[in-house]
């Protein structure tokens, strides 16, 4: 467990007082030599954040990986730590232009080590996509042929806009296989886009109205008021909501009813 609060888990807690508990014991009161050195061993990994990367299994924030990235103090032992392991990254979309600059700097050290990446995202732009499929790739897209697969489709041309993803599906999982040429199996596409259904008891139909005024909006909401119903007006800047509930004070709807919430409040 690698992250600024895990000694706040008590699970993770009790693994390192168990070690401690052995290092202060007799031989004769310990369970046995196995599990003595094993929590010996959990003990030592868990003692810093950059000796949780060795782990054969770590769990952490992903700043601990990207120090990796960065000419900062024990980088080689981070990028040690992280050799030839599968890298899980989690909500990746939310990553700034600073942080996904450094994720793909250690996404491309990665590759090279002979690394693999499962990277998890729901809102994650096409753009920002289609440069990590590149990243693995490891060469300009065109001198990839497109192949087809039965069970997933592939580009339909890597050539066809020097794009190397296309598919806008969602869910959509995406396998890219960097140097196909090495790889025993020659219908191994460099690419392959599979759209994925979702499951039938989350799946929802919703209808979607468009409102192209802001008059349109607080008729609606006015309207919602009078029937007894709730109703959620979201804008982008907070001089925006405070206007936005200024125009909805004037449609008649008692002060009480209508709560505005944004980052200015004190919580």
Same mark, same amino acid.
């Given at each position: 467990?690698?992250?600024?609060s895990?000694?706040?888990?008590?699970?993770f807690?009790?693994?390192?007082?168990?070690?401690?508990?052995?290092e202060?014991?007799?031989?004769a009161?310990?369970?046995?030599?196995?599990?003595?050195?094993?929590?010996?061993?959990?003990?030592?990994?868990?003692?810093?954040?950059?000796?949780?990367?060795?782990?054969?299994i770590?769990?952490?924030?992903?700043?601990?990986?990207?120090?990796?990235? =960065?000419?900062?103090?024990?980088?080689?032992?981070?990028?040690?730590? =992280?050799?030839?392991?599968?890298?899980?990254?989690?909500?990746?979309?939310s990553?700034d232009?600073?942080?996904?600059? =450094?994720?793909?700097?250690?996404?491309?050290?990665?590759?090279?080590?002979?690394?693999?990446?499962?990277?998890?995202?729901?809102?994650?732009s096409?753009?920002?996509?289609?440069?990590?499929?590149?990243?693995?790739?490891?060469?300009?897209?065109?001198?990839?042929?497109?192949?087809?697969?039965?069970?997933?489709?592939?580009?339909?041309?890597?050539?066809?806009g020097?794009?190397?993803?296309?598919?806008?599906?969602?869910?959509?999982?995406?396998?890219?296989?960097?140097?196909?040429?090495?790889?025993?199996?020659?219908?191994?596409?460099?690419?392959?886009?599979?759209?994925i259904?979702?499951?039938?008891?989350?799946?929802?139909?919703?209808?979607?109205?468009?409102?192209?005024?802001?008059?349109?909006?607080?008729?609606?909401?006015?309207?919602?008021?009078?029937?007894?119903q709730?109703?959620?007006?979201?804008?982008?800047?907070?001089?925006?909501?405070?206007k936005?509930?200024?125009?909805v004070?004037?449609?008649?709807?008692?002060?009480?009813?209508?709560v =505005?919430?944004?980052?200015?409040?004190?919580?």
């Amino acid at each position: 467990l690698a992250h600024g609060s895990k000694n706040m888990n008590e699970t993770f807690r009790r693994l390192v007082n168990n070690a401690n508990a052995y290092e202060d014991s007799d031989s004769a009161s310990q369970q046995t030599i196995g599990d003595e050195i094993s929590s010996q061993c959990h003990a030592w990994f868990a003692s810093s954040n950059k000796r949780a990367l060795l782990a054969d299994i770590g769990v952490g924030t992903i700043d601990q990986a990207l120090l990796a990235a =960065l000419p900062k103090k024990h980088q080689p032992l981070r990028l040690f730590g =992280l050799h030839h392991k599968v890298l899980i990254f989690d909500e990746i979309h939310s990553a700034d232009s600073y942080m996904f600059e =450094l994720l793909t700097s250690l996404l491309a050290v990665h590759l090279h080590q002979g690394g693999h990446a499962i990277l998890l995202t729901a809102t994650l732009s096409l753009d920002k996509r289609e440069a990590l499929a590149k990243l693995w790739l490891d060469k300009p897209s065109s001198e990839y042929d497109s192949q087809t697969n039965d069970n997933a489709t592939s580009n339909d041309n890597f050539k066809n806009g020097n794009r190397a993803t296309q598919c806008k599906h969602f869910p959509l999982a995406t396998q890219v296989t960097s140097h196909t040429e090495l790889l025993p199996d020659n219908d191994i596409a460099p690419v392959l886009e599979a759209p994925i259904d979702s499951p039938i008891r989350v799946a929802r139909h919703l209808a979607v109205d468009f409102l192209h005024s802001v008059d349109d909006v607080v008729h609606y909401i006015a309207q919602a008021a009078q029937s007894n119903q709730c109703a959620v007006w979201v804008r982008n800047t907070v001089s925006d909501a405070i206007k936005a509930y200024e125009l909805v004070l004037q449609a008649s709807i008692p002060a009480e009813n209508i709560v =505005l919430f944004h980052s200015r409040f004190t919580l």
